[in-house]
């Protein structure tokens, strides 16, 4: 999708703000624990060469994607050395790439690390491709779930050391953004149970996401996969408090690009289900569902000219109808996510609304919208 350099409408990304975020967390970590910054889905959103630059000037020593291509967009961006854990699984008919990026994968199968030595020993590679176990402790979701299967896997490993080495080992909490700790508790103990299998321990252990970091402790780990925190997005969305004020890191602005008085007796967007019953001002703001304007978002009131103004009809996918308190004039800025008088609508506020998660919001905008990044240290 071509980047909307030409248009009034931007995402503004608080530098400053994501720095904070993550150097609030590493000063809370032990001197010997690790945090590789995730910016999967394009940092959330926020741009992920941008964030990784962040990330890495705050304290970050290495990065977490989802999957290859992201890895290797930041390889080719200049991380050249810094290590990118692939946190889905990658498949095999891509170790050229993983190999010639040097690229940490996940490992979730003792098949997949034997398949990849003898395709390694076949193309002749002459470093070891990086790998990280995972271990399903109740996320169902990729990774061993028995020690049984953790001893077979490391046997496996043990034929294949010479061309695959056993960097890391991981697992994923599902409820560390809960308040209760019960389905936590039981992932702790099979994350235990399964390290008990593993007599010797790679460089790294890691268990935390941003919830379980801000919220849980667990001894005998040393690297944090720090998400949607360090865009200053509350994991558990309003449930738990952060253990230090996130501060939010994007703004999504547009202006009034029309204006004028409709009659009553018309109607407003598709389908005409807003009805104008007295005559008023309505303005006209070029975005839409295609930036990652939810059509959910109807009805939500958006800030211009310091007022709250609701969007009215439908909105479409390239432009949306906002009622105006009085006319005002083209050109006045308008603020879906960020503050404006005194006044803020967080990320939060438009997930609620749409019934989902500030994540989910973050990662929905577009690229057809601009990222602008300030810093006030520049
Ligand atoms: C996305 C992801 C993270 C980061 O989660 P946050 O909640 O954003 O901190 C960490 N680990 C895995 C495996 C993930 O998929």
């Known amino acids: 999708m071509v980047v909307g350099r030409n248009r009034d409408a931007q995402l503004i990304i608080d530098e400053d703000a994501i720095y904070a975020n993550i150097h609030s967390e590493k000063q809370r970590l032990a001197d010997d624990s690790e945090m590789f910054m995730v910016v999967k889905a394009n940092a959330y959103g926020h741009g992920a060469v941008q964030v990784a630059q962040i990330a890495k000037e705050a304290g970050a020593t290495g990065f977490c994607v989802a999957i290859l291509d992201e890895a290797i967009q930041l390889r080719e961006a200049g991380f050249v050395s810094e290590p990118i854990l692939v946190l889905g699984l990658t498949d095999l008919s891509d170790l050229p790439l993983i190999y010639k990026y040097d690229v940490s994968v996940t490992v979730s199968s003792a098949d997949w690390i034997k398949?990849?030595?003898?395709?390694?020993?076949?193309?002749?590679?002459?470093?070891?491709?990086?790998?990280?176990?995972?271990?399903?402790?109740?996320?169902?979701?990729?990774?061993?779930?028995?020690?049984?299967?953790?001893?077979?896997?490391?046997q496996s490993l043990h034929v294949v050391k010479n061309q695959i080495e056993f960097q890391g080992v991981y697992t994923h909490f599902a409820t560390a953004d809960e308040v209760d700790d019960k389905y936590f508790d039981f992932q702790l103990q099979n994350f235990k149970d399964l390290m008990a299998a593993i007599p010797n321990k790679p460089r790294y252990v890691s268990v935390a996401n941003s919830a379980t970091s801000l919220w849980h402790h667990v001894t005998g780990a040393n690297m944090i996969r720090y998400g949607v925190a360090g865009y200053g997005l509350n994991p558990s969305g309003t449930a738990i408090e952060a253990p230090f004020t996130l501060q939010p890191a994007l703004s999504f602005t547009s202006e009034l690009i029309y204006v004028k008085k409709v009659a009553s007796g018309r109607s407003i967007g598709y389908g005409a289900t807003y009805n104008v019953d007295k005559p008023q001002w309505v303005g006209t703001i070029p975005v839409g569902y295609a930036d990652g304007v939810c059509r959910r978002m109807k009805g939500f009131k958006v800030l211009i000219d310091?007022?709250?103004?609701?969007?009215?009809?439908?909105?479409?996918?390239?432009?949306?109808?906002?009622?105006?308190?009085?006319?005002?004039?083209?050109?006045?800025?308008?603020?879906?996510?960020?503050t404006q008088a005194g006044k803020t609508i967080t990320l939060q506020d438009v997930a609620e609304y749409c019934g989902t998660i500030n994540y989910e919001i973050a990662c929905?905008?577009?690229?057809r919208l601009p990222r602008v990044y300030y810093s006030k240290k520049n």
């Open 115 to 154: 398949q990849a030595a003898e395709l390694g020993r076949q193309m002749h590679f002459t470093h070891k491709i990086k790998t990280f176990l995972a271990l399903d402790t109740g996320m169902g979701r990729i990774g061993l779930q028995t020690p049984a299967e953790v001893t077979d896997y490391l």
């Open 364 to 367: 929905g905008f577009s690229d």
């Open 306 to 338: 310091g007022n709250y103004c609701p969007i009215i009809g439908r909105v479409c996918m390239d432009q949306v109808m906002v009622r105006l308190p009085y006319e005002m004039k083209l050109g006045t800025k308008v603020t879906f996510v960020g």
